[in-house]
């Protein structure tokens, strides 16, 4: 297996200013970078920039993919973690799963790299598309989503060398089942199965009801005309997509704050792989019966069909023939084994010596006409048509 690594920033809040820009391309001569992106591959060699650097100056979120072993997220939240400390650090510090905070004020750097021996987990052959799924769930863990929290610790418990498969979850968040796409995606990513999040979710409560428009909406109510007009210039005149992260941040300092349910099952992380593979042989065999049901009604339908076309051959015998001749000039194996199945079932419908006769006297003219069709004859053969 040849070596692959792919590796990415993704700039999400603003784009990076001039300074910023040169600081990036001190870090790699061979990659794409742009005022949002930082981007490049290698079939050799490796990447010696500073990754943290990057976060810290501009890059909001990174990704590192090696097809031997190597599956590394992280992603800078400014504001830091929108939850007390008490609470966050009960999912941060298993393994590789890290807080690197930064040297001044409250923002920080959310680190994933667990440890995974080359070849133990499928290769992973379109890397990128899993880059929004990170900028997603970084969206959701700013805006005070508890359950992105417990997918890290998830992801974190995954790991060959550091953590101990017994290690007791973390509280459960509410509604982790319902998590979408992008927490399933991340799951895929770090080598684990995205019914994982159904196993993990069993005895937590429901979703919570915790709308953000809501919040949003009240916040902007209280706002005076001067301060509403202050914002609305912001957007006008700064760039809007930093704007918005700060305004976000804002909010969520001066409302009271919501807390995520959640609640302690005190269960190991293989207790939960357990689970999950019991959950997915479950579903495998609910869906390998709903497949064959399908096929049984399908053969049904297609048995009924065909005893309705035998009805319209013994009335009309001469038009069945034709259409046997018709396919076998169309070419095409398919068409061969049609043509076959037709002269069989003309065969049944007529029945006796007149149906045994007329059709392998057809079969006859068909290889006589047709020497070279070695498939078609063999279709005939089969049927019992041909000698």
Not at 185 to 200: K, Q, R, S
Not at 230 to 259: M, N, T, W, Y
């Amino acid at each position: 297996m040849s070596e692959y690594q792919y590796l990415a920033f993704r700039a999400v809040d603003r784009r990076l200013t001039e300074r910023e820009l040169a600081f990036a391309r001190k870090q790699s001569t061979r990659a794409e970078i742009t005022p949002w992106s930082f981007e490049n591959e290698y079939h050799f060699g490796d990447f010696h920039g500073d990754a943290e650097g990057l976060l810290r100056r501009g890059f909001d979120a990174h990704l590192h993919y090696a097809n031997f072993g190597v599956r590394r997220i992280a992603f800078r939240l400014p504001g830091g973690f929108p939850c007390p400390k008490r609470v966050w650090t009960q999912y941060i510090g298993v393994g590789e799963l890290k807080w690197i905070k930064d040297p001044k004020g409250k923002g920080g750097i959310v680190s994933l790299d667990p440890f995974h021996e080359a070849g133990e987990l499928d290769e992973i052959w379109e890397p990128s598309a899993y880059m929004e799924d990170v900028i997603q769930i970084r969206e959701q863990l700013a805006a005070g989503d508890m359950r992105v929290l417990y997918l890290l610790w998830l992801c974190g418990a995954f790991d060959d060398q550091s953590v101990s498969p017994d290690i007791v979850e973390p509280p459960v968040p509410a509604g982790l089942a319902e998590g979408g796409r992008s927490f399933e995606a991340l799951l895929e990513f770090f080598g684990l199965d995205p019914l994982l999040l159904v196993a993990a979710s069993e005895g937590a409560p429901g979703p919570p009801d915790l709308d953000q428009r809501k919040r949003i909406g009240a916040w902007v109510d209280a706002l005076s005309d001067n301060e509403a007009k202050q914002h609305l210039r912001r957007f006008l005149v700064e760039d809007a997509k930093s704007v918005k992260p700060e305004l976000i941040a804002a909010i969520r300092d001066s409302v009271d704050r919501i807390d995520w349910p959640t609640v302690r099952l005190g269960r190991s992380f293989t207790e939960l792989l357990e689970r999950t593979e019991i959950i997915r042989a479950e579903r495998e065999t609910k869906e390998r019966k709903k497949q064959e049901a399908a096929a049984k009604r399908e053969a049904a339908k297609r048995e009924q069909e065909r005893k309705t076309r035998m009805k319209d051959m013994v009335k009309a015998p001469k038009k069945w023939l034709g259409e046997a001749e018709k396919l076998v000039e169309a070419r095409g194996t398919q068409n061969y084994k049609a043509a076959a199945e037709i002269l069989a079932d003309l065969r049944q419908a007529v029945g006796g010596d007149e149906g045994e006769q007329m059709t392998r006297t057809h079969a006859a003219h068909l290889a006589r006409r047709h020497p070279t069709l070695t498939h078609l004859k063999s279709s005939l053969r089969k049927r019992g048509l041909l000698e």
